[in-house]
């Protein structure tokens, strides 16, 4: 479903537009805001405000040579981000909120103040996903708790806005890149121009190609992005045009398997023979061929090298103005959003014969199902790829139809001389439609372990040479029809905040309160909703006439039977906080808020709602709800800046979570939790002529507090939760140029919540060099894993198995890139 419309909020500055503008002369523009203005009312200097937030530079992103937004966010005090599986669809969280899902649940991703997604944790299809940084950006701000849950929705952790150059300073750049010891190819170009005194513009975009930094057989990355924008300046404020297409394919490095030895408490993995845990995934040509039943129940063929294919067309509106005293702010964005994420996805990992026996039954034999050798024998199962190890994987293939969403937020600001001090009073609306409509298709196979992009699907024939697959399928679904499934939803929310800031000479004091109201509209297709469902039948996928084993085994869809979903739900989130200047370069704060987040898609498929009516089932809840409190320093003098600031959370959730039982096989769960979580945030940077350094650090402890499904966790940690996080870049400027390093580290985590198997703490360290031979053109080297460190994200097993094989993911090995760029 598409749903393209104006809210009436905006329709009153529509209004005022024109009139406005005609009687603006068009002599010398405003001076736009340059304070910190993401998730508060209204910007300003940042010793003034009751707020935790930090700021990174389009100089300072620059020297971090990141290969994706995870590696640009991991630099910020408080974020947590794992960022392994590639350039989108990273876990993110913020403050020792837990991390039980994928994405960014907590967390809003922004551009220009207003959200990409409604929701950042939707299966399959993060936000970041459909974000890329290139020369349009100017900034990333973020702001961590505080006034972040009642300046937007879902957004109780914080918000996170990637802010774009709009052309107030004239001319652009050109660069190439190249990977010196990787696949890629890249041309990022932006360019920003004053057409008049009152009228300028900015454009800029990328493209790249390559095979990546892992190897996999194929050209993995290919696409780009253009973003432009124009803004008309008058004397009392600014009207500003923006479009963004993006058409981009990256891959998706799902779990692989490692070896592990040692015990749970200091364990020591490695990759399997001929498997490379930091350069190889089971992605390869001959793992790319998908075959199902699509959502209407017709014969579909998908390619997984297609990974993670997103597509954006958006248009935006940004206008400013100052009438009677008031400020009035219109954002606007509507987005057409659609894509792919198909990906190969191991759910247990065995030696090759057993995984013959348990397929094939006795003396059952292998052969290679895919690829080059496909239909040759396998000789020695003990000795296939010299580790002898096969998967049992689910090919994954989701299709988005539709994550169309639109966004409005209109609000009015004024400033009030009230008793020697100035009253700030804001009032807005928000408003915004979110498509949720996809196909989920889950298929089972057999792969081999192979590095350098080789992978195999594997066939099995039993003792008597019968074929037990079908070139590496085992069945054209898994557990029947499990995650074969169509979601045509859409989430509608409104909601009306306002916030009073009363600032007198070293004392700011203020609350804001926000009030969610959702509309959940739509349906669901899939056996798993029960009633009688049926979702498995016989059908000829390959269309040879002949029936085999896994063609019997087809997950359908029971499309004359569809689950409804039709249910509202509302919520209040508020915030309070003091912010005392005790001197021009020193202030303390205290704040304390609550905010809420939707559950959205976490709910579905789930005993939460009654798929006859499509209300929620008695005792059950649409949203869950993050408390928060915050006392801070800040400190701010000539060339130093220090930040710290106490903090304490507590969150409860309802979300889908990925386990593993006791012989380390896979199940997903619905969870029903509580966490809680205290710690110390710093931020610091320090500049010495040519010297300076730039450091963070979160030192968090977080406790699960209540758990419905697993009683026995309550006190434990919450999975990849590590005491410590911190970066740190040391940087020295010379005169044709500079050089530094990014550190970047974390002290050990849990691989999951039941506290056995820990992920070892790293360090990484991210060098570069920029030198500037001859004015306007500038060289930079990136290395980023300088020393090829091993570095664990995130491991599915709960503990050593008897097998001593699990899955996990790794980030990336030393990877090199030089850059070249003209300015003018």
């Known amino acids: ?25 068009a002599a010398k523009p405003a001076k736009e805001e340059a304070a910190f203005t993401t998730g508060v009312a209204k910007g300003r200097d940042r010793l003034d405000s009751a707020t935790s937030t ?14 994706s937004l995870g590696e640009v966010l991991r630099n910020i005090p408080g974020i947590r981000a794992e960022y392994a599986g590639g350039e989108g669809n990273a876990n993110y969280s913020i403050r020792g909120l837990p991390l039980s899902g994928t994405g960014s649940k907590y ?8 959200p990409v997604l409604e929701f950042g944790d939707m299966q399959s299809f993060g936000p970041d996903m459909f974000m890329r940084g290139d020369l349009n950006l100017s900034a990333v701000e973020t702001i961590r708790g505080g006034s972040a849950s009642t300046f937007a929705s879902n957004s109780p952790g914080g918000v996170i806005n990637l802010i774009s150059k709009t052309g107030d300073t004239e001319g652009g750049a050109v660069q190439a890149t190249y990977g010196l010891n990787y696949g890629e190819k890249r041309v990022d170009a932006d360019y920003g121009y004053k057409l008049s005194d009152t009228l300028r513009m900015h454009i800029g975009g990328f493209y790249r190609e390559g095979e990546g930094p892992r190897d996999v057989g194929f050209t993995a990355y290919k696409g780009g992005q253009i973003k432009a924008n124009i803004t008309k300046t008058f004397e009392n404020g600014y009207v500003r045009l923006n479009a963004k297409y993006l058409d981009d394919r990256t891959p998706a490095y799902l779990f692989v398997p490692i070896r592990v030895t040692g015990t749970n408490a200091d364990p020591t993995f490695t990759g399997p023979a001929n498997f490379d845990l930091k ?3 089971l992605l390869s040509p001959a793992t790319s061929n998908v075959l199902t039943l699509g959502r209407n129940n017709e014969i579909v063929q998908h390619d997984i090298r297609n990974g993670q294919h997103a597509v954006v067309k958006s248009i935006g509106l940004d206008a400013q103005f100052d009438v009677s005293g008031w400020t009035l702010s219109e954002k606007f964005r509507f987005a057409d959003i659609s894509g792919s994420n198909l990906g190969v996805r191991p759910i247990a990992v065995a030696p090759a014969f057993g995984l013959a026996f348990a397929t094939g039954g006795p003396g059952a034999t292998l052969a290679f199902g895919s690829g080059p050798l496909a239909g040759q024998a396998i000789p020695s ?5 010299g580790n002898g190890l096969m998967t049992t994987t689910v090919l994954i293939d989701t299709q988005a139809k539709s994550l169309d969403n639109f966004t409005n937020d209109i609000r009015a600001s004024r400033v009030w001389e009230v008793g020697g001090g100035n009253l700030t009073t804001t009032v807005g ?8 409509n996809q196909f989920w298709s889950f298929l089972n196979a057999l792969t081999d372990v192979r590095g350098d992009g080789d992978t195999s699907l594997i066939d099995v024939r039993t003792a008597a040479g019968a074929l037990v697959t079908q070139n590496g399928y085992v069945a054209y679904g898994i557990g029947g029809a499990l995650y074969h499934r169509v979601y045509d939803v859409n989430y509608g929310v409104d909601a009306p905040y306002a916030s009073i800031n009363y600032h007198i000479g070293k004392i700011a004091v203020g609350g804001s309160l926000r009030y969610d109201m959702g509309n959940v509209d739509g349906t669901l297709y899939g056996a798993e909703l029960g009633g009688g469902r049926i979702g498995v039948a016989t059908v000829d996928i390959n269309s040879n006439g002949v029936i085999s084993p896994p063609e019997t085994r087809v997950a359908t869809l029971p499309l004359g039977q569809p689950g409804r979903v039709d249910y509202n739900y509302n919520y209040l989130s508020y915030s309070a906080g003091v912010n005392y200047r005790i001197a021009e370069q020193l202030a303390v704060f205290g704040r304390y808020s609550r905010g809420g987040r939707a559950s959205a898609d976490k709910i579905l498929f789930t005993p939460a709602v009654n798929y006859a009516t499509g209300k929620l089932v008695d005792g059950s809840s649409a949203y869950d709800t993050v408390k928060q409190a915050e006392l801070g320093l800040k400190y701010r003098v000539s060339g130093i800046t220090f930040n710290v600031t106490a903090f304490s959370a507590r969150t409860g959730e309802q979300n889908v979570q990925v386990n593993s039982d006791a012989t380390g096989a896979i199940r997903v769960e619905n969870i029903i939790r509580g966490y809680k979580a205290k710690g110390v945030e710093l931020e610091a940077a320090v500049r010495r002529g040519p010297f300076s350094v730039t450091a963070g650090a979160t030192y968090t402890d977080a406790k699960i507090s209540k758990d419905v499904t697993h009683p026995e966790f309550v006190g434990n940690k919450p999975r990849h939760q590590a005491d410590l996080i911190y970066s740190v ?35 990484l360290v991210n060098a570069f060099v920029q030198v500037r031979p001859i004015e306007n053109v500038q060289l930079m080297l990136n290395v980023n894993n300088l020393f090829n460190e091993l570095a664990l994200s995130d491991v599915e097993q709960a503990a050593i ?3 001593g094989v699990v899955l996990g993911r790794a980030y990336n090995g030393r990877t090199a890139s030089a850059t070249l760029r003209y300015t003018f």
Not at 107 to 114: A, K, P, R, S
């Open 1 to 25: 479903m598409k749903h393209l419309y104006v809210s009436a909020a905006i329709a009153p500055l529509l209004l005022i537009m024109p009139a406005v503008a005609q009687a603006a002369d």
């Open 54 to 67: 930090s700021a990174l530079r389009e100089s300072e992103i620059e020297v971090l040579g990141a290969r």
């Open 107 to 114: 967390v809003q991703f922004q551009e220009d103040g207003l």
């Open 279 to 281: 350069t190889d995934s």
């Open 381 to 385: 199962a003990a000795a296939l790829n």
């Open 429 to 436: 609306f928000y408003k915004s439609s979110q498509d949720y």
């Open 729 to 763: 870049t040391p940087q020295v400027e010379f005169k044709y140029g500079s050089a530094g390093v990014n550190v970047i580290g974390t002290t050990s985590s849990y691989a999951q919540d039941t506290n056995q198997l820990k992920l070892p703490g790293y360090t």
């Open 801 to 803: 198995p008897a097998s």
